[in-house]
Nanobody, 119 residues
Framework: QVVLVESGGGLVQAGGSLRLSCAAS????????VGWFRQAPGKEREFVGA?????RYADSVKGRFTISRDNAKNTVYLQMTSLKPEDTADYYC???????????????WGQGTQVTVSS
């Protein structure tokens, strides 16, 4: 059983940066692929990126967001730069066994952290 806890969300102006953290406990975290998803108010949850062997990102964040991980700290990071108001959402990390963009491929989820980008 892997428990994931996100942190690092907050309010930032457009053009700014934030780094989200996803800390894991339980299980063998290094064996899992971690994905990031987001859900804006009134919208469906959408894929942001995943850190499989070849990291993959949604087109909307490519070149602005970067996923990294520190297995010694059981933590995965989502570095977000050049933030836009449309990046405003609740951000979730998830752990699974596939480098997938589909939420159903991830069995463990964090509770989410809110990111608000003001214009």
């Amino acid at each position: 059983q892997v428990v994931l806890v996100e942190s690092g969300g907050g309010l930032v102006q457009a053009g700014g940066s934030l780094r989200l953290s996803c800390a894991a406990s339980g299980g063998t975290f290094s064996a899992y692929i971690v994905g990031w998803f987001r859900q804006a108010p009134g919208k469906e949850r959408e894929f942001v990126g995943a850190n499989g062997g070849v990291p993959r990102y949604a087109d909307s964040v490519k070149g602005r967001f970067t996923i990294s991980r520190d297995n010694a700290k059981n933590t995965v990071y989502l570095q977000m730069t050049s933030l836009k108001p449309e990046d405003t959402a609740d951000y979730y990390c998830a752990a699974g066994n596939k480098n997938s963009r589909y939420s159903y491929d991830y069995g463990y989820w964090g509770q989410g952290t809110q990111v608000t980008v003001s214009s």
